[in-house]
């Protein structure tokens, strides 16, 4: 894919309505090439975020105001943020430090991944069937970056006590931002951990994890817009396993009998089986689309941990 910035740049033609701005976008967008992923993955909901977002508009208030005029001053800092998303290759999250997650809106930066995880849907069902909603009473987040999955599983499980862990203090800056505005300080803890290793002796019903999981060579070959998120926050070595092997090996641990195990290693599921071929792995599917999650109980944990002590590199 070419990355360089086009030079074409979206012409002020006068008075314009919410629908052509959003058009003029996609247009803008379709010709410089850019890359779709990081909460939409076509032209015209990119350009529609920021067409609403600068305007100040309300998305639940569409497709009533597709008619609407919009005022010079809005039509300039809508035509602003365009620029910015194609010179810049920005996401569109980090121009407007917003991110809906499971129904919810986070705030995001540059100190976090924006929140795109298929794990939203294991959420807003309570994590059932794999687990009874009502018998979860401690999750645990590993690397939570905004805070969303574990904020997302508090407001949905109003009974449950959850610790939101990242090595990163800029990460957890930004959940402690996010835990503040939904109101959950007093069931949701920010914790600063390396995978378990600030959480010896604690144990959970549920651990979920969208760790690292970018390796070389796709680290290598990424779109420029993944390269404004946090290093951090995607590569994990060689083959994109690094911080996915320490969970393996200690979730057991950590979890209470009859527990879950959750995790995302998206495009690295292939080097997981490959390294791990003894594993029973339950692969998820969603109805919204993404892949790439394993399930693991505390059970299957237990039986397989020679298996996980012996992963083939």
Same mark, same amino acid.
């Given at each position: ?220 070959? +990424?779109?420029?817009? @993944?390269? !404004?998120? %946090?290093?951090?926050? $995607?590569?994990?070595? =060689?083959? *994109?396993?690094? #911080? ?27 080097? +997981?089986?490959?390294? @791990?071929? !003894?594993? %029973?792995?339950?692969? $998820?599917?969603?109805? =919204?689309? *993404?892949?790439? #999650? ?20």
């Amino acid at each position: 894919m070419d990355d360089k910035p086009t030079d074409h740049r979206p012409m002020d033609h006068g008075p314009a309505t919410v629908e052509q701005l959003i058009h003029e976008g996609a247009r803008y967008f379709d010709e410089a090439s850019l890359w779709f992923g990081h909460g939409s993955d076509n032209a015209f909901d990119e350009a529609a975020e920021l067409v609403f977002f600068a305007a100040g508009l309300h998305h639940e208030d569409a497709p009533e105001i597709y008619a609407q005029l919009l005022a010079p001053v809005q039509q300039e800092a809508i035509r602003r943020l365009f620029e910015r998303r194609v010179r810049e290759r920005m996401p569109a999250a980090y121009l407007t430090q917003r991110m809906w997650f499971a129904g919810h809106e986070f705030h995001v930066d540059e100190r976090v991944l924006v929140p795109r995880s298929p794990i939203a849907e294991l959420i807003e069902a309570g994590f059932e069937p794999w687990i009874p909603a009502a018998r979860i009473r401690r999750l645990l987040d590993i690397g939570t970056g905004s805070g969303c999955i574990a904020i997302a599983a508090a407001l949905a499980l109003p009974q449950v006590q959850v610790d939101a862990a990242d090595i990163s203090e800029d990460a957890l800056a930004v959940a402690r931002m996010n835990i503040e505005r939904h109101g959950v300080g007093e069931r949701v803890r920010a914790v600063a951990s390396d995978v378990f290793g600030a959480l010896a002796g604690e144990r959970y019903d549920v651990i979920v994890s969208n760790p690292p999981y970018v390796g070389d060579e796709e680290m290598r070959g +990424l779109p420029s817009e @993944y390269h !404004r998120e %946090p290093v951090g926050g $995607l590569h994990a070595g =060689r083959d *994109g396993l690094d #911080v996915v092997r320490r969970i393996l090996q200690d979730a057991a641990s950590h979890l209470h009998p009859g527990g879950l195990l959750i995790v995302e290693v998206g495009n690295s599921e292939q080097a +997981l089986m490959q390294a @791990y071929p !003894r594993v %029973p792995f339950i692969w $998820l599917e969603f109805e =919204r689309g *993404g892949g790439g #999650v394993f399930l693991l109980t505390a059970a299957q944990l237990h039986e397989a941990r020679a298996a996980l002590g012996a992963a083939v590199e």
